[in-house]
């Protein structure tokens, strides 16, 4: 069973920054494509942030700008450096294959203050 570990959240200030980092145990984690999801309270999980094995990233409109997706295949990391955070920022983040495959860990929860 693949196993995904989320780590980097915690509590910043409007306009703060934060790096997330996702090691997942998947042996074939440098041919895949991974993404950061999130979900904040009420709300649908929603894709963030992707990347295709070869580095190519992609960004949801509302992050655009403010992320950067970035991967390490050596380390079979994936990380989010998240930058001019707002309110709206604030969720559980996790990451996962792009589409969604694994079992979902347990997340990093993110609280951005005004």
């Known amino acids: 069973q693949v196993q995904l570990v989320e780590s980097g959240g915690g509590l910043v200030q409007s306009g703060g920054s934060l790096r997330l980092s996702c090691v997942a145990s998947?042996?074939?984690?440098?041919?895949?494509?991974m993404a950061w999801y999130r979900q904040a309270p009420d709300k649908q999980r929603e894709l963030v942030a992707s990347i295709i094995s070869g580095g190519s990233t992609n960004y949801a409109d509302s992050v655009k700008g403010r992320f950067t997706i970035s991967r390490d295949n050596a380390k079979k990391a994936v990380y989010l450096q998240m930058s001019s955070l707002k309110p709206e920022d604030t969720a559980v983040y996790y990451c996962n294959k792009v589409p969604a495959y694994y079992n979902w860990g347990q997340g990093t929860q993110v609280t951005v203050s005004s």
């Open positions: 998947t042996s074939i984690f440098s041919f895949i494509s």
